[in-house]
């Protein structure tokens, strides 16, 4: 493999080195082992950091365009981390047409990020999906696992400040 087109590894973390020489090792004999490989990596961090994408192009010497193939292919992968709280708001058709593009927009303007980033502090991550099957409830979202049906624009402040204060008070039992 023509490693030129890497940047240095020099830099990088032990802990993802060994992470990754260990999951090598025990995916080694395996068919498809570089998804099994990801799905580790992601298992452990949550998202693939690009580190980690960069060392095990390196070492299996699959090209790291490939290993891009399969992380955007496959919705699974993340390859930026989540926030603690995650947002999903649904984008279907039924949750589309009572309103979710307001949703949408509103959280997005309260929590200053756009779909599929995560605020700054890694506090929360906003996304949308084609339909998480409550259309009867729509619009509809999904937070921290939550089901919140009938949503409405009003709902967001009241919800992300439910969030922050149960995050003040867990921080102040510490």
Known sequence: MNTAVLPPLK????????????C????SD??????????EIQNHHGYVPREASLLLAEKTGVPLARIYEVLTFYHYFR???QGKHNITVCNGTACYLKGSARLLSELES???????QTTDDRQ?????????GCCGMSPAMVVDKKTIGKASPTD???IIERIRIQEELHEQEL
């Open 79 to 81: 390859l930026v981390p």
């Open 24 to 27: 090598m090792e025990r995916w």
């Open 156 to 158: 967001i402040a009241g």
């Open 110 to 116: 309260r929590l200053g990020i756009k779909e599929g």
């Open 124 to 132: 929360f991550h906003l996304e949308t999906v084609r339909c998480i």
């Open 30 to 39: 395996q068919e498809g082992n570089l998804i099994m490989i990801l799905h």
């Open 11 to 22: 830099d990088l973390d032990p802990e993802v080195k060994e992470e990754i020489d260990d």
